[in-house]
């Protein structure tokens, strides 16, 4: 299995642009979660999904930010409109069960002007 | 609510040496405790974890210990190499209805040749 895979791997963007980030979990995982990691915040938990339902979605910082599973290997992380505080690295990460290993993705860096 | 707390911020250590990283926990509730490693430019990686049920978990050089009544964890890296430098944190999981992880701020952890 090629792991979680993200994209863009960098995203440069102006302010007040939508950003849209991608993620595709590890087949056959039924967890797929979203952070945000900064050097003032650390690694947040943004959202979750099991099986492609949203069960936490209570670290999402504002209304700027959704987040969308439409099927079992596809998420999607938006930012409408973006602000310069969005920069980060977003990592997007899978796992079997609720308390099993969270394999992350290799991050999405993401710098708003 | 819940929180993790994690000390030191940062490590020194010589070569061979040994490394002790402490967390403490909020809710007595919570029953899942993992540690991630997080070298520069890269993604977190589980590198061991532990349940409420075991109060100490060894894996070659490193080990995790876990103090219920206490509230606190702690991860211990003997002979330490320069391949171990890195970003290391502890988390935690809360049994409620979502069982997200908390993470702990981070250790930077650097080991001197």
């Known amino acids: 299995d090629a792991g979680v895979i993200q994209s863009p791997r960098h995203e440069v963007t102006e302010m007040g642009q939508e950003v849209t980030l991608r993620c595709k979990p590890i087949s056959g995982h039924d967890y797929l979660f979203w952070y945000r990691q900064t050097m003032m915040r650390g690694l947040e938990l943004l959202i979750y999904?099991?099986?492609?339902?949203?069960?936490?979605d209570s670290g999402m910082p504002e209304d700027r930010f959704s987040a969308k599973m439409p099927n079992a290997s596809f998420s999607t992380l938006k930012i409408q409109p973006s602000e310069p505080r969005d920069s980060a690295v977003y990592f997007c990460?899978?796992?079997?069960?609720?308390?099993?290993?969270?394999?992350f993705g290799p991050g999405t860096r993401l710098l708003v002007l | 609510g819940e929180n993790v707390e994690q000390h030191p911020s940062t490590l020194s250590v010589q070569e061979g040496d040994s490394a002790v990283i402490k967390c403490t926990y909020s809710?007595?509730?919570?029953?899942?405790f993992p540690w991630y490693k997080q070298e520069l430019g890269k993604r977190p990686q589980l590198i061991i974890d532990i349940r409420s049920n075991v109060g100490e978990k060894k894996d070659q050089r490193i080990a995790v210990t876990l103090n219920k009544t206490a509230k606190h964890f702690s991860l211990h890296i003997t002979e330490t190499q320069p391949e171990d430098s890195a970003v290391y944190f502890c988390a935690a999981s809360w049994m409620d209805s979502s069982y997200k992880l908390i993470f702990g701020s981070g250790t930077r952890l650097l080991v001197r040749p």
């Open positions: 999904f099991n099986n492609n339902v949203p069960i936490d």
């Open positions: 990460a899978s796992s079997l069960g609720s308390q099993e290993t969270q394999y």
């Open positions: 809710d007595s509730a919570s029953n899942y």
